[in-house]
């Protein structure tokens, strides 16, 4: 191992997914030199594995269930679909898990990328070990951004890492469907994982620990997308723990908390995730490592004034949307703070305090149906100790959504703070409804009083014209 003298940065990103990838983009906007340090692939987790492949395996799982509702249509598009074709589709927009074309971005952009193992080494400094062996000592002059992310979490069952189970990473990524999956969890990844893979010709069997799916959202989420499942010829089994997995003879063996024994060629763990800093030498500036950060509204380390963490390492918001907000506003305060001119209070549009990540985080789950929502759900803000009322709409009756398909199955709720007669939260479930969501996003960060939403005229006939509807209905009870 060789160590080179000291490069000296204004700024040095740790991890070059999208998050850190906006951090970098802000502060060289800004004039500022910046070093991006990345041990894998520019681009991320959501580039290669996680967003851009998951959209790309349901796009055609969802046109097709679209379709199948359309007259004049449905009857041909019957078949399976050509689930090579899918994956190729999935290969393409993951670059072949090839990272040149963010690795010029980069260079575009005039950030020096460094390859390798990058931790902290004290205040300000980051040592960058290199595929070769070769140690490179990075110095900040004014802040180093961990931008490190997420890694998914695996049960602490006995024999598992001989089982060899897949986690989002490998089923995002698998070059072929297999027969017979078994998926734990009730989640995200979960529900679209078990969309996905059973559309494409695996038999799916997802075991839920919990009552039901989706259960960050409202009830009736998880209630309509395990109906569709369901249908789909998933086998959902909810209040389900794993007891054990073994692999016999090539069969993984999965026995339940009940006893009940199930086989399948692969096991698909989602459940949960945990901070990627147990190895960015956390403990050389006095934190914990493997620890979330927790961060104020300018996404700087709590105690630690040239330390900024953004995205899913302080645990705000996992969502990569929410993680890029982040990264813009964290890029733009580490600018004003480095400039000794401009105060956080001055700038506009409050571009320096992620104020979304605390009342409207937007999401969308791509399931068929689509589940998307903002805000909090009736639950949350009643035990925040809001006085509110549930409006809900069968999306079905409105004139668009049967234009849009025979059958439609959806439902709409916003949650309404009585004493400001403002929206707090918003929940869509139903074909198409991914596209509605930052509608509502407007609504909930901009409390809009509802009295001007009435001004908001949906086109007609559209799906959106739900809003008219639970208008009226708040209006009307």
């Not at 460094?114 to 902290?120: P, Q, S, V």
């Not at 109906?227 to 389900?240: M, S």
């Not at 050389?284 to 950060?293: A, K």
Request: proline share 4%; hydrophobic share 40%; charged share 20%.
């Amino acid at each position: 191992m060789t160590e080179t003298e000291s490069i000296a940065y204004d700024v040095v990103v740790l991890g070059a997914g999208p998050v850190g990838e906006n951090v970098a983009d802000r502060t060289r906007a800004a004039g500022l030199s910046t070093a991006v340090v990345e041990s894998e692939l520019v681009g991320g987790e959501c580039s290669y594995w996680a967003c851009m492949p998951s959209k790309a395996l349901l796009r055609p799982v969802i046109a097709r269930a679209d379709a199948r509702r359309t007259p004049g249509l449905s009857q041909a598009v019957q078949g399976p679909l050509d689930t090579a074709a899918v994956l190729a589709h999935r290969d393409y927009y993951t670059s072949h898990w090839k990272d040149d074309g963010q690795v010029g971005w980069l260079d575009s952009i005039g950030a020096d990328l460094h390859r390798g193992h990058g931790r902290l080494a004290g205040p300000r400094t980051v040592t960058v070990t290199g595929p070769d062996g070769e140690r490179k000592v990075l110095t900040a002059r004014h802040a180093v951004a961990v931008s490190t992310g997420t890694r998914a979490v695996l049960p602490d069952l006995p024999g598992l890492a001989e089982v060899g189970p897949w986690t989002s990473r490998e089923a995002t990524s698998a070059k072929a469907a297999p027969g017979r999956l078994v998926v734990v969890g009730g989640g995200v990844v979960a529900t679209e994982m078990a969309t996905a893979w059973q559309a494409l010709g695996s038999r799916v069997t997802l075991l839920v620990r919990g009552k039901g799916l989706l259960n960050r959202m409202e009830p009736f989420a998880g209630e309509l997308v395990a109906e569709a499942l369901t249908e789909a010829g998933v086998d959902v089994r909810t209040g389900t723990s794993v007891a054990s997995v073994t692999r016999e003879r090539g069969t993984v063996v999965v026995v339940t908390d009940a006893g009940d024994r199930v086989e399948a060629d692969e096991i698909l763990f989602a459940t949960g995730r945990a901070p990627r800093t147990d190895d960015i030498g956390l403990d050389t500036v006095g934190l914990e490592p493997g620890s979330w950060l927790e961060v104020d509204d300018s996404l700087r380390v709590t105690g630690h004034e040239w330390l900024y963490a953004v995205g899913d390492v302080n645990h705000r918001a996992l969502l990569t949307h929410q993680g890029k907000y982040q990264a813009r506003i964290a890029g733009a305060a580490i600018a004003a703070r480095a400039s000794g001119t401009a105060t956080l209070e001055s700038e506009p549009w409050g571009a320096h305090t992620a104020t979304a990540d605390h009342a409207a985080v937007p999401q969308v789950v791509f399931t068929d149906p689509e589940a998307a929502s903002v805000g909090l759900s009736l639950a949350e803000a009643e035990q925040a100790g809001h006085r509110v009322r549930a409006i809900d709409h069968d999306l079905a009756s409105v004139s668009g959504a049967g234009l849009y398909a025979d059958g439609y199955r959806g439902r709409a709720r916003m949650v309404v703070d009585l004493e400001r007669e403002i929206l707090l939260g918003v929940t869509f479930v139903g074909p198409g409804v991914g596209e509605l969501i930052h509608s509502a996003t407007i609504a909930v960060t901009g409390q809009v009083p509802i009295s001007r939403l009435w001004h908001a005229v949906p086109s007609y006939p559209t799906i959106s014209e739900v809003w008219l509807r639970l208008l009226e209905a708040y209006r009307d009870n």
